[in-house]
Nanobody, 121 residues
Framework: QVQLVESGGGLVQAGGSLRLSCAASGSIFSINNMGWYRQAPGKQRELVANINSGSTTVYADSVKGRFIISRDNAKNTVYLQMGSLKPEDTAVYYC???????????????WGQGTQVTVSS
């Protein structure tokens, strides 16, 4: 069994910062892509940022220059440092990862349970 557990969400004023963490646990052989998505009320889930096993990053245009994604492979953890937060960043943030549980296994996609980020104006 594999679990992704997010932490670090909360309420912050506009212009403030938050750091999200997502730790993958369970039977894990390898992790490729690790990313953060978000879903605001009434909107579709969207990619915020992604980092692959080679540390290549991708960001949504709306967060470029404000958010930084990073990972600690030894801890199977991905982070999202969010700065200059805006009310429109308010959403449930979900962790996502492509994980192979055994050397002979296939890649499977996993989601965390989500963590709420609320930015007040």
């Amino acid at each position: 069994q594999v679990q992704l557990v997010e932490s670090g969400g909360g309420l912050v004023q506009a212009g403030g910062s938050l750091r999200l963490s997502c730790a993958a646990s369970g039977s894990i052989f390898s992790i490729n892509n690790m990313g953060w998505y978000r879903q605001a009320p009434g909107k579709q889930r969207e990619l915020v940022a992604n980092i692959n096993s080679g540390s290549t990053t991708v960001y949504a245009d709306s967060v470029k220059g404000r958010f930084i994604i990073s990972r600690d492979n030894a801890k199977n953890t991905v982070y999202l440092q969010m700065g200059s937060l805006k009310p429109e960043d308010t959403a449930v943030y979900y962790c996502n990862a492509d994980i192979r549980r055994w050397s002979w296994g296939t890649w499977q996609n996993y989601w965390g349970q989500g963590t709420q980020v609320t930015v007040s104006s």
